[in-house]
């Protein structure tokens, strides 16, 4: 069983950055590739950046391509989101999930929000 939880969250201005973590503890992370995915109010959960388990295969939505940038250490069995020049609109709950074949697992979130 993998238990993720997620930090890094908070409020930000216009333009700033944040660097979200997402710690991983119950297995190793080395098996598992790692997404990032954020909710805002009335909206659906949406992929933001997702990375394979050797960290060699990253994607991301076109809304924050250029913008944020996925990484993992599987040494400390942590992956990273690291977010600049934030908008208005990247206001939401970011959620951790990790996969290997059948098993998925979610953390609780954390509230990202940017506003001046």
């Known amino acids: 069983q993998l238990q993720l939880v997620e930090s890094g969250g908070g409020l930000v201005q216009p333009g700033g950055s944040l660097r979200l973590s997402c710690a991983t503890s119950?297995?190793?992370?080395?098996?598992?590739?790692t997404g990032w995915f954020r909710q805002a109010p009335g909206k659906e959960r949406e992929a933001v950046a997702c990375i394979s388990s050797s960290g060699r295969s990253t994607n991301y939505a076109d809304s924050v391509k250029g913008r944020f940038t996925i990484s993992r250490d599987n040494a400390k069995n942590t992956a990273y989101l690291q977010m600049t020049s934030l908008k208005p609109e990247d206001t939401a709950v970011y959620y951790c999930?990790?996969?290997?074949?059948?098993?998925?697992?979610w953390g609780q979130g954390t509230q990202v929000t940017v506003s001046s």
């Open positions: 119950g297995s190793t992370l080395e098996d598992y590739a």
């Open positions: 999930k990790a996969a290997y074949l059948i098993s998925t697992y």
